[in-house]
């Protein structure tokens, strides 16, 4: 119903900024919930940004409240990431929901992830 990519992901030093995108297409309207998730190592996904198409609420974790942006365009979703830290490498995720979910088990559309390592 709904196609996610992620792109953007590398490496990045400690301080500095990534941007990533997720691309989506499809069946939009059914799915108005697109989140960014990342999961390291031995670790579940953690919910990190979440956006609604209609109204642009947004939603962001503690970890990364102050340092990320989520935002869309008409058929993509950015999460501008900028004063990186080590903790934050990880695979990173976009994904879709039908409304405002904070578990993963609710995301039922993902996108292939992307790599993020920031060094110290």
């Known amino acids: 119903q709904v196609q996610l990519v992620e792109s953007g992901g590398g490496l990045a030093q400690a301080g500095k900024s990534l941007r990533l995108s997720c691309a989506v297409s499809g069946r939009t309207v059914s799915w108005p919930v697109i989140a960014w998730f990342r999961q390291a190592p031995g670790k579940g996904r953690q919910l990190l940004a979440r956006?609604?198409?209609?109204?642009?609420d947004t939603y962001y974790s503690d970890s990364v409240k102050g340092r990320f942006t989520i935002s869309n365009a008409r058929n993509a979703v950015y999460l501008q990431m900028n004063s990186l830290k080590p903790e934050d490498t990880a695979v990173y995720y976009c994904?879709?929901?039908?409304?405002?979910?904070?578990?993963?088990?609710?995301?039922?559309?993902w996108g292939q992830g992307t790599q993020v390592t920031v060094s110290s």
């Open positions: 956006i609604r198409w209609s109204d642009s």
């Open positions: 994904a879709a929901a039908q409304a405002l979910y904070s578990s993963p088990i609710n995301y039922y559309h």
